[in-house]
C-alpha cells in the first residue's frame, strides 16, 4: 500500500497544507510519515480526506459554459505545459454525447499554478452558493499519467471516469450508466452504480434505432 508521504507527493501537496486540511500539527504529520508516531483512527480518516482530490477542489467561475472552459484548459495545458486530464461532464460528453455538460472538472498540477494563470486569463473563484463552471482538483500522478487525448483534450482514462461519475452521483449517475454499457473495459470490483439509472439508459438503449 502507498503511504501518506508518497501520496501527498503525488498530489504535489506541502507537508504544511496536508496537516492544515487534516487538522493536525506538521510535526505530527512528519512524524507519521516516517513512521515514528502510530495516529489513531482518527487521524487517519482525517489524513484521508485531505489526501482526496475532491475535498478541496478550486471553484471557478469561466462565465462561457462548461465546454469553452475544457477549451480554456486545453489552450493553458499546452502553452504552458501544466499538467491536467479532464473528468466528469465534459469528458463524459465528448466519449458518449449523452448529456450536456454542466462545469467542466479537470485533475491539474501544481493547482496553485493553475488558478494563477488561469486568473490573469480572466476566471476568477466562484462567490458563496455562486455556481462554477470551472472545477479543478489536484492530480494525483498516477492519473495524469494515465490520461489521453481525445478530440484535442486530455481525458482521464476510462476507468477513473466511470468511478468519478459513479462517485459524485446525482446527474452524473446517468453518465456513469451510459459509460458502464459502453466501456466495459472500465467496470471494476466493487463498483456501485445507481440502479435506476443504469436501467434508464438501458432502456434507452435498446429503444435506440
Known amino acids: 500500500m502507498v503511504g ?83 473528468t466528469l461532464d465534459v469528458a463524459a460528453w465528448v466519449l458518449t454525447r449523452y448529456q450536456t455538460p454542466a462545469a467542466a472538472w479537470a485533475y491539474v498540477q501544481p493547482l496553485d499554478a493553475w488558478v494563477s494563470v488561469l486568473k490573469r486569463r480572466g476566471v476568477r473563484r466562484a462567490r458563496p452558493r455562486e455556481r462554477a463552471d470551472l472545477i479543478l482538483l489536484r492530480g494525483p500522478e498516477g ?28 446527474r452524473r449517475a446517468l453518465d456513469a450508466a451510459r459509460l458502464f454499457l459502453t466501456f466495459p473495459e472500465a467496470r471494476t470490483p466493487g463498483l456501485r452504480l445507481d440502479a435506476d439509472s443504469l436501467l434508464k439508459v438501458f432502456e434507452e438503449s435498446i429503444a435506440s434505432p
Open 143 to 170: 492519473v495524469l499519467r494515465g490520461a489521453h487525448v481525445v478530440e484535442g483534450l486530455v481525458l482521464v482514462d476510462s476507468r477513473r471516469l466511470l468511478e468519478d461519475c459513479a462517485r459524485l452521483g446525482g
Open 4 to 86: 501518506f508521504q508518497e501520496r501527498r507527493k503525488g498530489l504535489g501537496l506541502s507537508q504544511a497544507t496536508l496537516a492544515r486540511d487534516a487538522g493536525i500539527s506538521r510535526t505530527a504529520l512528519s512524524l507519521i510519515e516516517n513512521g515514528r508516531l502510530r495516529p489513531s483512527a482518527r487521524t487517519v480518516q482525517a489524513i484521508e480526506r485531505g489526501l482526496d482530490p475532491f475535498a478541496h477542489p478550486a471553484l471557478l467561475v469561466h462565465g462561457k459554459g462548461a465546454l469553452e472552459a475544457a477549451a480554456l484548459v486545453r489552450e493553458v495545458g499546452g502553452t504552458t505545459g501544466l499538467s491536467y486530464a479532464i
